[in-house]
């Protein structure tokens, strides 16, 4: 058969590196089908492409829209054994209907009627929940009641026993990380039931997490380990807050910390390794002056953001999203952000970074 | 609306944690789409599995079948720029078409012709080179020209240029690994052309990068960083086999070594950490003993593997492949794994575990 | 000359693995001596003892000792360039009249007069300083000015240049710990001039460093690598309290977190790395409730603690210490420590065990 | 007692930053004695100089002396329990006596006669040894017969049980390397008795340790944990030989890996790590080509070298040694070295780099 087939005209004039068309190479392509395989010259362009070009899309959701949809499953849906929890996920429109914020996030927002329970689980896929508004809420980690209030960032490492209730006569939602679409991905993901409610319904203003933990510089002597997951059940809002306001104190007095000029931001960070407050997650709050527009920045890997306080604008790709409170809106890989902000403007942020930098795979452009 | 339903009907009979249907479910899931939202309710089973529950396959490619295409290629299909390379990848039957072997590895056979030469590029993704038979072609990396034999691991890290000149009479193939799916879904993906043709055209026997660094324990004093990835650019059969008949010979006599009785492995490392060869695959050979079946095994994370020498068979799941020479098979994350031989069998296999270990979501279990 | 020994007689009785004493032997030791030879056999009783046997000494100095004779310092003395700095340090009465408290540690008492200042410098080795009583002085790290007092704990990484200025009409004085002996043995000092005087006479509550760096678990985010030395200029004294109350309220709930029941302490750590505050030093503070006696406990490595608040008792190898605010005393390494009090006692502890875990050296043993 | 003294006359007009002298000082310095106190400004000079200023002096000590030494230290002097080791120190001539040949390295020749024993024993210390020739002794490490030869680095990590065994008719000497200063000042030191007798007295041409581990860029699957020494029990000459030619054939084809022109350097390496053989101890061969002087350099901490092949000039401050076969020769911390050959010269050089390394208190300084 090699002898019908002249080596010059093995390549078409107008496509080098790639094979005449021909009836040997429709047989050709059908042997591969029925033996399982792919060429790599058909298919190079997209699944080699000179920088990336993820599926997933920019994107934002109106947080509004998510709360009156939430309030209206607190209605309708129970949180119990089976459906775990009244979560409700953003599906980016690029991921073909999963629901994925990302390839790798799962962000949802998250409600609780008043005086409801959600029952106790555990998972490897490592979660955290960031409160946009409202307050009233323990979840239970670990058996360690961690009070829930607007700005506060609180973690749920993989493989934590964690359940929720609410204390208070009002219902509560909030925003809920985790690195679902990497762990069902990749295949990572194991799930375990626990109790249907939490054994400690007591309401501390403090976890004890935070009791042995959140003081700056200082580790419990009897805990000299080095952790994968931060042992920081809660990153109090009242931290946040003042650290962000330090630096572009700084920065307005002429001293470095900043970002760049009128960009504060603060990561979440595990006190036992200085590193990612999880293996998979990073996660950051990032504070922009009233007038400045931040550089042009692309990244690989891919971010959630919410607006926290504040008004403002993010150009992501070719799109501007106008943002309110609770505004949600992707970042897909090595796609282009700038924020500007004629008020002033909070913003959280998590993302795949960590994943990332784990296997050099990381990598940053600034500019315009 | 929230009046119309009564809570104690909120959960039907036969799925608890789930809601009842109603119109006014219907209503909401509607709105759920048109934001683009999924709940999490109706999900979590297929994504918070128990388990893993991979949707790739358990599979086998027979090398001969391969080997028949891979030629048939060669006589239709060039090499050249645009299409780069004349590889013919596995592609999972669980995956939906798409040319992985599992999610996250690219496994494929590559052809090159006498005297033909497939042209310089670069690319973030990581790569290495398995030989089952043959030799002539000389793999370039960094202008360094790599000798590839049977028996022999090659490697070609993310970024580094590269480009093959088979500088003999003969066709030669081989088997490709890299990490192409997991970079096309996370999204790390850059790639860059180089010259049309390697620079260096000699065929030393052994590379300059061996020269340096495939010394057992001892490292050049002027190299004294920690690489991502390993500097040897070829591990040679002739060490690998002695390591594993060293491992055996010391079973024999009774003393430690071996992953279990009758069965040795050695990891393919970096000599600048002890860690895998590249950031995101792992990569060892295995020898198992005439008369061996070994433990059976899961892990988190993918593999896959390629019958060397010898004949045996592998019990993947619920499947049974009776293995020849270059024969490939995939193991998906949790599936068990076991392997027998009656009359001895060197198989090699790559896998994804540097992932899961360095975003500490590995997992192991040995037993029946 | 090999002929006229027997080498029945080789070992004499009573010292079995020694030789003979004989003309020959004295004749060969005087070879040895000639070449600057030293047999192993003759030495290894001490060389290699069974355990460590520190030549420095348990011991205690009385602060108001320390304080008279630095007020003493304060009229007679001055402080400027070459002299450096009005620092009395701790000689051990095991250590032949070296001003050393152990073999690696420094530990001084520095005293300033009203409006004085130290003249700025930088050296490798590294330094912090602790306050038991008083305040008034801004020690300027990198032109960072920080307020010292009561409790606070400050660093001064190596090769930072300092100075310090009184700008209060009162003297004060503190502790200034080192790792001066460690660097003279080894030989690793190096020690550069700065200007006479600080550039910076602000008089900050708090310092740039505490500003960007002291909050819980909170890094900015243009700070990203993982520092030698921990960043925080400052530990202050409410932190570190709190952080101490939390622990035994926790331990009087019932809740884990304390060394042992009754002993809280804190670790001053790095928030980049989670490891030590300096890369030769570890600091710590602990406060055991009244009523309390400690576990024993013997560690390789030596430690300089001081009394901050309260009363009790140190029991250090056969040797017992009766503690008044201020008092410093050493614990040899591999030296048994024990401490009671009946009323409450705060403890400032600093110690090498960095550099014991660094060279896999260090050893633990807590029990009677 | 303050009123006396005016603060214009404070300082001597020749010695800025020093007091005046006076009665009154007298007397406090008195009360410094008294109190076991010792002033900073009196020693700042000696204790923190601008760069290191080692009490270690460079020195050379002839390998035939020491081997005269040690032979008739084989006729009078026995090898048991209690003396342990038939070895003899190097003591420099800067430290007082003390068989140190630096402030933290020992280097002896050991000395075992035919068909003689070496009681097996284990200590903190870490050990090896470096053969200048001879053969025909094991040393047992952990129960692994360790042959050694002419050229081999043979690894003894801290706390592994060893003893050794003269298997021929010719007694053997080779060169101790340990961090038995180290460890007596910093007070580290672990010692325990074994059997007074090796267990396994086979001589197998290999250990188990090298079947295991000395294979190029092979680790046993089974043994995944990094340790804090090498398990390569022998770093063969062949090996090392084979490294430093195939680097000075790199250097005369023009292509990178020697440490300078003419000279080519491997270092002995922890294949679980890619760091040191040892945590206190690093240990290199040097090759210089014929008619090659090298750069001058600089390093924080001392290293002692041994001449293993060829001759040659090593000029170490302002002293010139001329070198023979296993003359041996220190170079305290910061003492400029420079080596050249006219014939060519092989050594073995080793340090305690890794100390000051871990300690982040490592400097280089090369050039004239």
């Not at 949802?108 to 008043?114: E, F």
């Amino acid at each position: 058969m090699a002898t019908d087939v002249s080596p010059v005209s093995l390549t078409a004039v107008d496509r080098p590196g790639h094979p005449v068309p021909s009836p040997a190479l429709d047989e050709l392509y059908r042997g591969f089908e029925k033996e399982l395989l792919v060429p790599l010259w058909t298919e190079i362009g997209d699944l080699m492409p000179l920088h990336p070009r993820p599926a997933a899309l920019p994107h934002v959701w109106r947080w509004q829209h998510l709360l009156r949809l939430a309030e209206r499953a607190g209605d309708l849906v129970p949180v119990g054994r089976g459906g775990e929890r009244r979560a409700i996920a953003l599906a980016n429109p690029g991921l073909g209907g999963a629901p994925y914020a990302t390839p790798t996030l799962w962000a949802a927002i998250q409600y609780l009627n008043p005086r409801e329970d959600a029952p106790v689980h555990r998972h490897t896929q490592n979660a955290f929940r960031f409160v946009v508004e409202g307050e009233g809420v323990w979840t239970v980690v670990d058996d360690d009641p961690v009070a829930m209030r607007r700005g506060d960032f609180l973690l749920t490492p993989g493989w934590a026993f964690h359940g929720h209730h609410n204390q208070s006569d009002e219902p509560m939602a909030w925003l809920d990380g985790l690195d679902i679409p990497l762990a069902h991905t990749l295949g990572y993901g194991f799930f375990e039931h626990g109790p249907e409610q939490v054994a400690d319904r007591s309401a501390p203003v403090r976890s004890r997490a935070e009791r042995l933990w959140a003081h700056p510089g200082l580790r419990p002597v009897s805990q000299a380990a080095a952790l994968p997951s931060s042992p920081i059940a809660a990153y109090r809002w009242e931290h946040t807050d003042a650290a962000l306001a330090d630096q572009l104190a700084l920065d307005a007095e002429g001293h470095p910390g900043v970002v760049e000029p009128g960009h504060a931001a603060v990561r979440f960070s595990n006190p036992t390794s200085g590193g990612d407050v999880l293996p998979t997650m990073r996660a950051e709050m990032h504070r922009v002056r009233a007038g400045t527009t931040t550089a042009t920045r692309r990244e690989v890997g891919s971010s959630v953001w919410q607006a926290f306080d504040g008004t403002g604008t993010a150009v992501v790709g070719e799109q501007e999203f106008v943002l309110a409170r609770g505004d949600l809106f992707v970042v897909p890989s090595w796609v282009p952000l700038r924020i500007s902000t004629d008020d002033g403007l909070d913003l959280f942020r998590f993302s795949d970074a960590p994943v990332f930098e784990r296997l050099h795979a990381d990598r940053v452009q600034v500019g315009p």
